[in-house]
């Protein structure tokens, strides 16, 4: 059905704060005018909430301050009544255990920032891995009219001749150290190279990947997730989207009119189209919940297994997202999707038009860039969810990221309790693991770590790199970088620390892998494995953070997207009466 924009004029909530003459909108309305607004500005125009995830701690989104100042400049010219609100930035470069841990917080805190203040509409102002899957979560439990406006890649990094991906760069620079294949000082030299503008990873890594999920959902303008962040473009693209959400609040077009199952399905081929990040799938399950949408992982491995990747981006191919952006971004890829039958044309987006309507005049200016099918980096691309008696609510691969020799393979299991563990033990040249072994970590999910850390992409041992190995196959129940790579085995659910069959996996037991079948089988009876999980006994103590109790005790599985259990579905944002 078609979205049928409402009437205009109409009462807003805002003028439950500053409309009429009451006491209690007096008192809303006069304080605002210390800041030097005329009367006209509180007559029923739309308030629009700059939700910013700006802050010096978050390098990523370290430019925002400045690109909010576009956002307002659009948003005076629809007629719209701009406020910036600062709200909870999750940074994946400080926040220790891990990012992962805040989300959830994040996308309560700025939830209840929309329910409680007097916003009609709201930009989500996002760049960092986290920022944008915890505003969006928090727009779609609210339901307000809401678009993203993301910070943007910086530009390609170089060192040596060599085009160098910010996140990739650094873990193949760590393991050539390790190899003995780079020195201390060379991968010193290459620190000022990898990051050398304001902006997200400018590989296909988490930040990015959610950026093109937020574009092929609808809930950004066209063209919004590629634009690097120093380029003059990302400023237009801000203000033309300060100007849409006026319009946006006029037509009452709201999240849960774009976020429909449609739009999932679209990004979730999306995300396999580009190489995206596996931390998409734990974000998008979350979002997906947030607005009452019914997504699973099967859903993930049905529409993603025979997509193909057709973006030559690190981690998985050659290039950046700078030259992704030259040759004509997100909209050449959805268009390719359309015209092979993989995308729901009629997908509303946030700009009052379809999907297809948006992507149907685009241009691919760079076919080594964004790749034609026969020359795709992979032709079954997605995400890979694997089953088994070791993951059975599922674990996740990526196969563009992975090694084709490693895709079926049986090995014998080296286990590691927790991180602490593998750091203690992994440069121990008395280790007994070689390249046939399958690396395992346990306690690293969404309880266990807490928080789900990127730990997932183990580095091989020291003693296995020298030998020339660059890859061997990894399980666990953490995440891994979206900048990262390898044949790891990610989001093994039940967790270990939930009491899931990961961990009573013993060193010595026998594992087999089998992606094309999506199989993950720990080669022991059922009996044995049952005799196991009854001797289980929960390791992890009760964390010394209030906030961190709460999220230990309140988290999910990573396969229905480790959110908060008592935060799922959209609640909308009723408006508050209080008296003074």
């Known amino acids: 059905m078609a979205f049928r924009p409402a009437a205009w004029p109409r009462k807003l909530r805002s003028q439950e704060w500053y409309g009429?003459?009451?006491?209690?909108?007096?008192?809303?309305?006069?304080?605002?005018?210390?800041?030097?607004?005329?009367?006209?500005?509180?007559?029923?125009?739309?308030?629009?909430?700059?939700?910013?995830?700006?802050?010096?701690?978050?390098?990523?989104?370290?430019?925002?301050?400045?690109?909010?100042?576009?956002?307002?400049?659009?948003?005076?010219?629809?007629?719209?009544?701009?406020?910036?609100?600062?709200?909870?930035?999750?940074?994946?470069?400080?926040?220790?255990?891990?990012?992962?841990?805040?989300?959830?917080?994040?996308?309560?805190?700025?939830?209840?920032?929309?329910?409680?203040?007097?916003?009609?509409?709201?930009?989500?102002?996002?760049?960092?891995?986290?920022?944008?899957?915890?505003?969006?979560?928090?727009?779609?439990?609210?339901?307000?009219?809401?678009?993203?406006v993301t910070g943007g890649p910086m530009l390609n990094g170089w060192f040596q001749g060599e085009r160098v991906g910010a996140g990739t760069h650094l873990w193949r620079f760590s393991e050539a150290v390790k190899a003995g294949e780079m020195t201390q000082d060379e991968f010193l030299d290459a620190e000022a190279a990898v990051t050398r503008s304001s902006g997200t990873c400018n590989t296909m890594g988490t930040a990015s990947s959610m950026a093109s999920m937020s574009e092929a959902l609808g809930m950004a303008l066209s063209g919004n997730a590629a634009i690097p962040a120093v380029d003059s473009r990302r400023g237009?693209?801000?203000?033309?989207?300060?100007?849409?959400i006026v319009q946006m609040v006029k037509d009452d077009l709201k999240p849960s009119d774009i976020l429909t199952r449609d739009a999932f399905e679209n990004a979730i081929r999306t995300n396999g189209a580009v190489g995206g990040s596996t931390n998409t799938v734990v974000h998008m399950l979350a979002i997906a919940g947030r607005v009452g949408v019914d997504i699973t992982l099967d859903d993930w491995d049905r529409c993603g297994r025979d997509i193909a990747t057709i973006v030559n981006l690190q981690p998985s191919g050659k290039y950046l997202m700078e030259e992704f952006f030259y040759a004509g971004g997100l909209p050449v890829v959805l268009k390719r999707l359309a015209e092979g039958g993989k995308l729901h044309r009629d997908a509303l987006?946030?700009?009052?038009?379809?999907?297809?309507?948006?992507?149907?005049?685009?241009?691919?200016?760079?076919?080594?860039?964004?790749?034609?099918?026969?020359?795709?980096?992979?032709?079954?691309?997605?995400?890979?969810?694997?089953?088994?008696?070791?993951?059975?609510?599922?674990?996740?691969?990526?196969?563009?990221?992975?090694?084709?020799?490693?895709m079926q393979h049986r090995g014998r299991a080296v286990v590691f309790e927790d991180i602490d563990d593998y750091k203690a033990r992994i440069e121990d040249d008395a280790l007994d693991i070689d390249e046939t072994c399958i690396m395992v970590l346990k306690n690293c999910g969404p309880k266990g770590y807490p928080g789900m850390a990127e730990v997932g992409n183990m580095g091989l041992p020291p003693k296995v790199l020298k030998k020339?190995?660059?890859?061997?196959?990894?399980?666990?129940?953490?995440?891994?970088?979206?900048?990262?790579?390898?044949?790891?085995?990610?989001?093994?659910?039940?967790?270990?620390?939930?009491?899931?069959?990961?961990?009573?996996?013993?060193?010595?037991?026998?594992?087999?892998?089998?992606?094309?079948?999506?199989?993950?089988?720990?080669?022991?009876s059922d009996a044995e494995l049952a005799e196991r999980l009854a001797r289980w006994v929960p390791t992890h103590d009760r964390p010394d953070s209030?906030?961190?109790?709460?999220?230990?005790?309140?988290?999910?599985?990573?396969?229905?997207?480790?959110?908060?259990?008592?935060?799922?579905?959209?609640r909308g944002a009723p408006v508050g009466r209080d008296s003074h």
């Open 349 to 406: 987006t946030v700009s009052g038009r379809s999907i297809w309507d948006e992507v149907k005049d685009a241009k691919n200016w760079n076919e080594d860039v964004i790749l034609p099918l026969d020359r795709a980096l992979t032709q079954t691309g997605g995400i890979a969810v694997l089953k088994g008696n070791l993951a059975p609510n599922g674990a996740i691969l990526k196969p563009s990221a992975a090694s084709p020799h490693l």
């Open 546 to 570: 209030g906030y961190a109790w709460l999220h230990q005790s309140h988290v999910e599985g990573a396969d229905t997207g480790a959110d908060l259990d008592f935060l799922k579905g959209c």
């Open 236 to 244: 237009v693209m801000a203000q033309l989207s300060g100007r849409r």
């Open 20 to 148: 009429g003459s009451t006491k209690d909108t007096i008192y809303h309305r006069g304080w605002m005018k210390n800041q030097g607004y005329p009367d006209d500005m509180f007559d029923g125009r739309p308030v629009i909430g700059i939700l910013n995830t700006w802050s010096d701690m978050t390098p990523c989104n370290g430019h925002l301050r400045e690109l909010a100042e576009k956002v307002k400049a659009g948003i005076w010219e629809a007629g719209g009544f701009p406020m910036e609100v600062p709200v909870f930035s999750a940074s994946e470069n400080t926040f220790r255990p891990t990012a992962m841990m805040f989300r959830n917080l994040a996308a309560l805190s700025i939830e209840e920032q929309i329910r409680g203040q007097p916003m009609d509409g709201c930009v989500l102002m996002v760049g960092c891995d986290k920022t944008t899957p915890s505003l969006l979560m928090a727009a779609a439990s609210c339901d307000l009219p809401s678009i993203v």
């Open 468 to 524: 020339g190995i660059k890859d061997m196959i990894r399980i666990s129940d953490a995440r891994m970088s979206g900048t990262a790579y390898g044949t790891v085995i990610l989001h093994t659910a039940p967790e270990a620390a939930a009491g899931g069959p990961l961990a009573v996996v013993q060193t010595g037991d026998m594992i087999e892998v089998d992606v094309e079948n999506r199989r993950l089988h720990l080669d022991i």
